[in-house]
């Protein structure tokens, strides 16, 4: 018998336990999910967005059920960063694993203002951009689908913000490569993706769309095939760790995403349809590593064979 | 209360009528407790369409048997699959998800149930018939086929139907039963599952009355924990999820269903 397998990988300053993180939005702030799992076994959780002020967010209906995953369109519903400092953050400084936040907005000095002030949170190891929204001084286009937007918004928050610096990436978008490269130049230190995908879904009965915003985000088993290409895409074009996400539901899903290039992934929608999904894909990815004689996960990213 | 992930397994499996199904479940061991208004995330084994949990209240609860049922209407996929099972099976349950009804003593009550929404009263009539209150049960439905399970609820107090073609009890809405359209109210609490418009109307009833009126919504759901927020009623204090909130309301809470004006709040082009 080999020893145990070191699951271990660095992102930039960050020393994840395992890969495997869950996916901001899909995991609320984590004590959802403790009556399931011991939350401090994964690698990181990255909590919901959070923006400069408080946002409703859109009315119900806010999901749509589609084939192998689902559309979404909850708004960023959050009770704004002041919000957060003084009643959320104190209930994740239990945690003993790294604590992520998404912060997303609508305007760049919205991103700051929520990047400093997470700045000075101890227990926040690094900050994930959610660069998919949309920006309302350009007209609602998101800032993730131009390069010069997205490189406003991160050279903006690379200002402000001393730790690691996560941008996320919107799927929805002609080269993602290019966002990508625009970021890394903006001083990004890791790219995640991908966000949600653009969808609609209507109800043939009624003749409506069933979401409330018509159109929304999907997610699940149906995106990973895309997430696949645009992670390796990525990855092989950039220098910095990438992190994978896009319908990841089993270890065999994440060791594809770090074979096309990934440190380490994300699950998202996988989360609702089996709450300890998380902790059974790190115990996978342990099995495969024992399996084909992996010592360190570096032996599996990028690694693809052609 | 801790919510657990159990394989249960499937002890019968009882046709009501063309489009309902009552299902027993058990395990080896101890079910958690449950309060009537709960609810469990049930999944549907090998079925595409059916990606998500689905979300089903808690019919009965026997501590003692350690048994526990669902009722079931078949209305599309997954309830199809679902009423297909057969004794000796398992399936995979998220519970108790959800908060229940708050639960009188000696009080005289009344339940109302329309269509499916019958599910959580039986549980919910059990325990309050234990508390010592004085129940009535108010079964609607378009006509006699509907009307489930009048027997058992005789157990636990009186029980009053309507039917819209008038083929059981009193011909026309719930709403319009005699019970809770004429004359003063007599009861100190009502508590509602049904079709919207029916909870909604048998809200505005108990309002001008001034009595408090709790309903058990069916918002669509993703996670049912509290994680996603996609199963939000807007609420006079803002969103507020159905699936940790929820699913049973004060009416006078939710926004728009008695006097307060409807308010909608802007739309949001972003997805999340
Ligand atoms: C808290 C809660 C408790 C519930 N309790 C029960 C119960 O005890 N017994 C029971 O039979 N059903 C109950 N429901 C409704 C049940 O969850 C849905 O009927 C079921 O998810 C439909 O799945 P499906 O795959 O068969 O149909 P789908 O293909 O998902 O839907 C078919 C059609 O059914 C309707 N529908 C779907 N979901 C809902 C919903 N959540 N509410 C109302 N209509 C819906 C829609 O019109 C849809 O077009 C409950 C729902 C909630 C949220
Ligand atoms: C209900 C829901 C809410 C989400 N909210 C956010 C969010 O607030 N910020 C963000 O960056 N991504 C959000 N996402 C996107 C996910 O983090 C993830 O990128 C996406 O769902 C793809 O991964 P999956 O297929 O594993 O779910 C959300 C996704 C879902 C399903
Ligand atoms: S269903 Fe996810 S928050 Fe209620």
């Not at chain 1, 896009?246 to 929608?269: P, R």
Request: charged content about 20%; hydrophobic content about 40%.
């Amino acid at each position: 018998m080999s020893t145990s397998p070191d699951l271990s990988v660095k992102i930039h300053d960050l020393n994840l336990k395992n890969p495997v993180l869950t996916a901001s939005g899909t995991f609320g702030y984590g004590h959802e999910y403790s009556d399931f799992i011991e939350v401090d076994a994964l690698g990181g959780i990255i909590v919901k967005a959070t923006t400069s002020k408080h946002r409703e967010g859109n009315p119900y209906p806010r999901m749509a059920e589609t084939a192998m995953g689902m559309l979404n369109a909850v708004g960023l519903q959050n009770k704004g960063i002041d919000h957060f400092v003084r009643h959320i953050y104190p209930t994740l400084e239990k945690y003993n694993t790294n604590v992520i936040a998404n912060v997303s907005d609508s305007t760049v000095e919205g991103y700051v203002e929520v990047a400093e002030k997470m700045n000075k949170l101890s227990h926040i190891a690094a900050i994930e951009l959610n660069i998919s929204c949309p920006n309302v001084k350009e007209g609602g286009m998101a800032f993730g689908t131009s390069c010069p937007s997205a490189i406003a918004v991160t050279s903006a928050v690379r200002e402000v913000y001393d730790k690691t610096l996560i941008v996320k990436l919107s799927p929805n978008v002609t080269s993602i490569v290019e966002i990508a490269l625009a970021v890394e130049e903006a001083g990004a230190d890791a790219l995640s993706l991908i966000n949600t995908l653009l969808g609609m879904a209507i109800d043939s009965e009624t003749r409506k769309p069933v979401l409330s915003t018509i159109t929304g985000g999907l997610s699940g088993p149906a995106i990973k095939p895309i997430a696949l290409r645009m992670v390796w895409q990525v990855a092989n074009a950039v220098k910095i760790p990438v992190i994978g996400i896009g319908g990841i539901s089993s270890a065999a899903d994440a060791i594809e995403f770090m074979l096309a290039g990934a440190t380490a992934i994300q699950v998202g929608t996988a989360n609702f349809i089996d709450p300890s999904v998380t902790i059974k894909i790190i115990q996978g990815i342990k099995e495969y590593m024992l399996k084909h004689r992996l010592s360190k996960l570096s032996q599996l990213t990028g690694k693809l064979v052609y | 209360m801790k919510k657990q992930l159990l394989d249960l397994n499937v002890v019968s499996n009882t046709r009501l009528n063309a489009s309902h199904h009552l299902i027993e479940l058990s395990s080896e061991f101890p079910l958690p407790a449950m309060i009537p208004g709960q609810f469990a995330e049930v999944k549907v084994k090998n079925q595409s369409e059916t990606y998500l949990r689905r979300p089903f209240s808690i019919h009965r609860f026997d501590h003692a048997t350690n048994s526990m049922h669902l009722l079931i209407k078949t209305v599309g996929p997954g309830t199809t699959a679902l009423s297909t099972l057969k004794k000796g099976e398992t399936i995979n349950v998220m519970l108790p998800l959800g908060k229940g009804f708050a639960l009188a003593s000696k009080s005289k009550v009344l339940l109302v149930g329309g269509g499916c929404g019958i599910a959580p009263l039986y549980f919910l009539a059990e325990q309050l018939s234990k508390r010592g209150n004085e129940v009535t049960i108010l079964i609607g439905g378009r006509s006699a086929a509907d009307i489930l399970l009048q027997k058992e609820y005789r157990n636990f107090g009186r029980v009053a139907v309507s039917t819209e073609d008038g083929t059981d009890g009193e011909k026309g809405m719930v709403t319009q039963h005699s019970i809770i359209s004429k004359g003063k109210l007599q009861f100190d609490r009502i508590y509602c599952c049904g079709p919207d418009g029916m909870m909604r109307a048998v809200a505005h009833i108990a309002e001008k009355a001034g009595i408090i009126c709790e309903v058990s919504l069916e918002n669509t759901m993703a996670c049912g924990i509290g994680a996603c927020l996609c199963c939000v009623v807007e609420t006079n204090q803002g969103n507020r999820c159905v699936c940790t909130e929820g699913p049973v309301f004060d009416s006078r809470e939710l926004k728009g269903w008695t006097k307060g004006k409807e308010v909608s709040c802007t739309l949001d082009n972003n997805s999340q």
